[in-house]
């Protein structure tokens, strides 16, 4: 049981102002991801790069949330340690993007054989 509570946050006890974060947090990944696939549609390697830029996104949230004193805990009503739950799940959402991201683009690579395992072992020169 304990396996459940370390991946699906608990909705029972969440305050109204955890719940307009937790919506906003997943409404600007929605929007992000779709502004992202409509301008990036075209490219052959757009589900990485997407998930790259869903990433980054999320970085710039998590690096808002755990302060002490901050402006998210004085306009929501939401305690520090709660807030910082908040941050726990964008710390995994970040995990999450950035293994899809790397994982496609392994993938694309090995697809258009950019990449063929082939190391080569001289040592880095400036004049080569």
Request: aromatic share 16%; with cysteine; charged share 15%.
């Amino acid at each position: 049981m304990s396996i459940f509570r370390t991946f699906i946050p608990p909705y029972g006890n969440m305050q109204l102002g955890e719940l307009i974060l937790l919506f906003m947090f997943a409404a600007a990944n929605v929007v992000f991801f779709i502004y992202h696939y409509k301008t990036l549609k075209t490219v052959d390697d757009f589900i990485p790069r997407i998930f790259g830029h869903v990433a980054s996104l999320n970085v710039g949230i998590l690096l808002l949330l755990p302060h002490k004193n901050s402006l998210w805990t004085l306009l929501f009503g939401v305690s520090f340690e709660r807030i910082l739950r908040l941050g726990r799940w964008c710390a995994r959402a970040v995990f999450l993007f950035l293994t899809i991201h790397l994982l496609g683009f392994w993938i694309y690579w090995a697809k258009e054989d950019i990449v063929d395992g082939k190391t080569d072992n001289r040592p880095l020169s400036l004049n080569s």
